[in-house]
């Protein structure tokens, strides 16, 4: 298996811009989970899904950010509006449990001007 | 709320010697309790874990501690490589919680 994979690795945007993160999780793994990595929160939790179903989504900053699981295979977080203030890396992590290791993607490193 | 705190930001070691990182938690109910390292521009990778069961695991030159009356755990690593140079998160889960460390960045000075 390929692993995590995130596109973009690099997203550079204008605010107010509508910015939209990829995941494709690890083929088997019953959970996905979208982090955002900054210096003073380190690995936040946004969001994470078990079999494509939202569980805990109280990592959510606010109502711009939104994030579906259409299927096993796919994941988006979407910003819309984008902020400055959302520049940040952004990963996707997938497990076979809640407190199974997690298989994190390279991230994407989000840019908002 | 932090719930799986790492009060320490940055750390230094000399080659050869031991690093010792630090992580607390506040909740009870969280029964397993994993490392990741993170170098730059990559993703987070698995370390080493320990289940609430547990006071000690050891995985090679990598070995965590788990003192659950105090909410506390820690990773060793002797000893010490350049290599070893990397971000460390703690993460704890129990229930239907997860949560991450803000991470200690380890410096091993050749």
């Known amino acids: 298996d390929a692993g995590v994979i995130q596109s973009p690795r690099h997203e550079v945007t204008e605010m107010g811009q509508e910015v939209t993160l990829r995941c494709k999780p690890i083929?088997?793994?019953?959970?996905l989970f979208w982090y955002r990595q900054t210096m003073m929160r380190g690995l936040e939790l946004l969001i994470y899904?078990?079999?494509?179903?939202?569980?805990?989504d109280s990592g959510m900053p606010e109502d711009r950010f939104s994030a579906k699981m259409p299927n096993a295979s796919f994941s988006t977080l979407k910003i819309q509006p984008s902020e400055p203030r959302d520049s940040a890396v952004y990963f996707c992590?997938?497990?076979?449990?809640?407190?199974?290791?997690?298989?994190f993607g390279p991230g994407t490193r989000l840019t908002v001007l | 709320d932090q719930q799986v705190k790492q009060n320490s930001p940055s750390l230094s070691v000399q080659e050869g010697r031991i690093s010792i990182l630090n992580c607390d938690y506040t909740?009870?109910?969280?029964?397993?309790f994993l490392w990741y390292k993170k170098y730059p521009a990559e993703g987070p990778t698995f370390l080493i874990s320990?289940?609430?069961?547990?006071d000690k695991n050891e995985d090679g030159r990598f070995t965590v501690f788990l003192n659950k009356s105090a909410k506390h755990l820690s990773l060793h690593i002797v000893p010490s490589q350049p290599g070893d140079s990397a971000v460390y998160f703690c993460?704890?889960?129990?229930?239907?919680?997860?949560?991450f460390g803000t991470g200690t960045s380890l410096t091993v000075i050749p």
């Open positions: 992590a997938s497990s076979l449990g809640l407190g199974d290791t997690q298989y």
């Open positions: 993460a704890a889960s129990g229930g239907n919680q997860f949560y």
């Open positions: 899904f078990n079999n494509n179903v939202p569980i805990d």
């Open positions: 083929s088997g793994h019953d959970y």
């Open positions: 909740n009870s109910m969280f029964d397993y």
């Open positions: 320990i289940s609430s069961i547990k």
